[in-house]
């Protein structure tokens, strides 16, 4: 019983043997067009998975780290003038502004982590290691990279947000 959990491992599924004989036997593929179709899939995935991958990578630096970078610049303002105002707690801003400022570091580190990671795809030779590659390295890379934003799209102010939310798209579209 195979435990299939990922596209990668169900490309590999039409190599196998009792594969082959199934498609042979019944004159619908030879060994050759399976592992050609393989190798096909192989680099659609890859592809695929790079796209995303830059998508991502430049949607953080042109729109999500500046309009963190404005929202945090924003708040430290506010912060200022309140506290110009007189001994008033300013505890709850502070506290804002310190986890959107850890969130943003984490946010940029993750991404210059995502950038070197698609920066070596051209190195690994096509097809099923690349395909590999793109599973095990990117797609981390990737979901490294989620995390803070998605934590930082429920701290920062609506207005300064650069997509729609969730929230947005469920309710509002």
Not at 4 to 23: G, P, R
Not at 36 to 50: H, L, M, P, T
Not at 59 to 73: D, E, G
Request: hydrophobic share 45%; glycine share 2%; net charge negative.
């Amino acid at each position: 019983d195979l435990n299939i959990k990922t596209m990668v491992e169900s490309i590999e599924c039409l190599t196998y043997d009792n594969a082959v004989e199934m498609f042979e036997k019944f004159d619908v593929f030879s060994r050759a067009e399976l592992e050609s179709r393989a190798e096909i899939q192989y680099e659609i995935y890859a592809k695929a998975v790079n796209i995303e991958a830059k998508t991502m990578i430049d949607i953080a630096t042109k729109q999500i780290i500046p309009a963190v970078i404005k929202y945090t610049t924003v708040l430290a303002g506010s912060i200022n003038a309140v506290k110009a105002a007189g001994p008033i707690d300013v505890s709850v801003q502070m506290d804002l502004l310190e986890k959107c400022t850890a969130l943003l570091k984490d946010t940029n580190s993750a991404m210059n982590r995502l950038s070197k990671v698609v920066a070596k795809v051209p190195e690994i030779p096509e097809g099923r290691e690349r395909a590999v590659y793109c599973k095990d390295e990117v797609c981390k890379a990737m979901t490294e990279l989620r995390t803070p934003v998605d934590e930082l799209e429920m701290l920062v102010d609506k207005e300064m947000w650069p997509m729609p939310s969730y929230g947005d798209l469920i309710f509002e579209v």
